[in-house]
């Protein structure tokens, strides 16, 4: 009797054990087919074949092994396509790359965050070339508004040192200006482009002139020095073709995005011109064929792209702007997602999340 006790306990506790081990279903969940609406976006979900894989498959397949689960997959085409499935009924739930925001958190319920991701800009990898500057460059700096600024310094420090010297010369025998105003303004102010020059016609016969001189050769050395660099360093940046390093950079540029996305009310808000592409695919082969300056979209689906495809072709320029994370979609009170919830803590509990996520972008840096 004892024995029968003792085996029906050992059994109880075994099967209570593996129901616990971390990827194993839980006790209660019985196997079902779930339908998965979602669409191929590198390296979220990759489709050859038959055969589905990436970031998001791989996400799904641990949740499975922790519910139960089978899946049957719905290509929706875009994150709108996913809503919709999800909105009417179509789909159980949709993953791929959906952003968790205000508005769709009123009409659906996402999971916790899957990953933390973010917008990024991406730009042709020659976009920051330097070039050397031409005549061009030299001639819209001639008339460029830094040349007047600095043609009217020069001016101040000739036509000031002109009346100084035509005060303490004039009259002076043997001076070298006229002893009336305009002459000897005119006179005097030859003497002070020479001196900005470091070349004066005439050296002065009085010593308060001598002193005068020797203060202002000083200081036309320091301008002409610093003169010269400024005008160096904006011929320098002439050279350099448009740089593209933050959203603002970005207005008057030929811009793409992917239709429907976060991308497109953060880029009108900053008050940029885009052309928004069904596929974020057709974003990257256009800006290959040179039709856009810059391409606007999730961060993660760049950095796959600029180390894959992209590589050698593309890069990205600035930081991650406006953070946002990606979650699991179901519908308004959906029971299935605390199951998946549940799943997702179990992998972060037993580190496989941190596997899966370090497989498809590599190790934090």
């Not at 976006?41 to 089978?70: Q, S």
């Not at 005439?202 to 001189?213: G, K, L, N």
């Not at 959906?334 to 037993?350: N, P, R, T, V, Y």
Request: glycine share 8%; aromatic share 10%; hydrophobic share 45%.
């Amino acid at each position: 009797m004892f024995r029968r006790l003792h085996a029906v306990l050992a059994v109880i506790v075994m099967v209570a054990t593996l129901g616990a081990l971390p990827g194993m279903p839980a006790a209660h969940a019985a196997p079902r087919t779930v339908t998965v609406a979602t669409y191929n976006t590198e390296p979220f979900v990759i489709t050859d074949g038959n055969v589905k894989y990436g970031f998001t498959i791989d996400l799904l397949d641990e949740i499975a092994k922790r519910t139960g689960w089978n899946y049957t997959y719905l290509d929706a085409g875009n994150v709108q396509g996913i809503l919709q499935a999800v909105s009417d009924g179509s789909a159980d739930l949709g993953a791929a790359d959906i952003s968790i925001t205000a508005d769709r958190e009123q009409r659906f319920d996402f999971t916790q965050p899957i990953i933390s991701a973010g917008l990024q800009i991406m730009v042709p990898a020659n976009s920051t070339e330097r070039a050397e500057p031409g005549l061009v460059d030299f001639v819209k700096l001639l008339f460029s508004r830094t040349m007047a600024v600095w043609l009217l310094a020069a001016l101040a420090l000739t036509v000031l040192p002109a009346h100084i010297i035509w005060l303490l010369e004039r009259g002076n025998p043997g001076s070298m200006v006229s002893r009336r105003y305009l002459p000897g303004i005119f006179e005097a102010f030859g003497w002070g482009l020479g001196i900005l020059a470091a070349a004066p016609f005439d050296s002065p016969q009085r010593w308060p002139i001598r002193v005068v001189t020797v203060l202002w050769t000083f200081v036309s050395i320091i301008f002409v020095a610093y003169y010269t660099a400024i005008l160096t360093s904006n011929l320098t940046i002439a050279g350099i073709k448009s740089q593209i390093g933050s959203p603002t950079d970005l207005i008057g540029k030929r811009v793409c995005t992917e239709v429907d996305t976060t991308a497109e009310p953060a880029l009108d808000r900053v008050g940029v011109g885009y052309t928004a592409l069904p596929k974020i695919e057709d974003c990257y082969a256009q800006m290959k064929d040179g039709r856009f300056d810059a391409v606007v979209s999730d961060a993660p689906l760049l950095a796959y792209y600029v180390t894959h495809d992209g590589a050698g072709l593309a890069v990205l320029a600035g930081p991650v702007f406006k953070d946002e994370d990606y979650g699991i979609v179901f519908p308004s009170g959906s029971k299935l997602k605390e199951d998946a919830d549940a799943a997702l803590l179990s992998m972060q509990d037993d580190g496989s999340y941190d596997l899966l996520k370090q497989k498809w972008f590599g190790a934090p840096q």
